[in-house]
T-cell receptor
Framework: GAVVSQHPSRVICKSGTSVKIECRSL??????MFWYRQFPKKSLMLMAT?????????EQGVEKDKFLINHASLTLSTLTVTSAHPEDSSFYIC???????????FGNGTRLTVT | AQSVTQPDIHITVSEGASLELRCNYS??????LFWYVQSPGQGLQLLLK??????LVQGIKGFEAEFKRSQSSFNLRKPSVHWSDAAEYFC????????????FGIGTKLQVIP
């Protein structure tokens, strides 16, 4: 089946630094990739949608200058949390979709802790 | 706006017992409905979906769900739970058009005791 690799699985960084999270589709071409944030005891919140080669579309309330998304190829999307603060600590999950109305395939998530 | 309610945040069942996880949705038209499972530290895996047709849908791992329009529900069931089913389960609703713009419920954490 389709596999999405998300890296790193855990990262701890100091407040004010930037962190990059990678999401790769290993055995299919991901036309569209999605980034979510999962709060404790809350559902997944869609942050942004990215299509290869174009700017990401951010959901309302998500700061695009803080959460930089790049989808430079059909197999890789990155999320960079810039100038991270403790309130950015969360579980971030990506998903990837191939061509057409195909199912989403999720990465294993990244636990970000900002100290 | 679409929304999903999973009234049970945490459920404990004995191994071998039957399971039903509740899901109610709010959506103005015919919804697409999904159940996903998330094991600890993992991403989400699609268990099953309802787009149209037969209201009883079969999924992977022996799960099934029934769409009841009159009750705005899409409850997930399994006749006999295995220890490996312990995970968090998310119901999701989306508009016609498929998988993308779905809204997830807050999840139900399933604990299985021997």
């Amino acid at each position: 089946g389709a596999v999405v690799s998300q890296h790193p699985s855990r990262v701890i960084c100091k407040s004010g630094t930037s962190v990059k999270i990678e999401c790769r589709s290993l055995d299919f071409q991901a036309t569209t990739m999605f980034w979510y944030r999962q709060f404790p005891k809350k559902s997944l919140m869609l942050m942004a949608t990215s299509n290869e080669g174009s700017k990401a579309t951010y959901e309302q309330g998500v700061e695009k200058d803080k959460f930089l998304i790049n989808h430079a190829s059909l197999t890789l999307s990155t999320l960079t949390v810039t100038s991270a603060h403790p309130e950015d600590s969360s579980f971030y999950i990506c998903s990837a979709q191939g061509a057409g109305n195909s199912p989403l395939h999720f990465g294993n998530g990244t636990r970000l802790t900002v100290t | 706006a679409q929304s999903v309610t999973q009234p049970d945040i945490h459920i404990t069942v004995s191994e071998g017992a039957s399971l039903e996880l509740r899901c109610n949705y709010s959506y103005g038209a015919t919804p697409y409905l999904f159940w996903y499972v998330q094991s600890p530290g993992q991403g989400l895996q699609l268990l099953l979906k309802y787009f149209s047709g037969d209201t009883l849908v079969q999924g992977i791992k022996g799960f099934e769900a029934e769409f009841k329009r009159s009750q705005s529900s899409f409850n997930l069931r399994k006749p006999s739970v295995h220890w490996s089913d312990a995970a968090e389960y998310f119901c999701a609703v989306g508009p016609l058009g498929g998988y993308q713009k779905v809204t997830f419920g807050i999840g139900t954490k399933l604990q299985v005791i021997p």
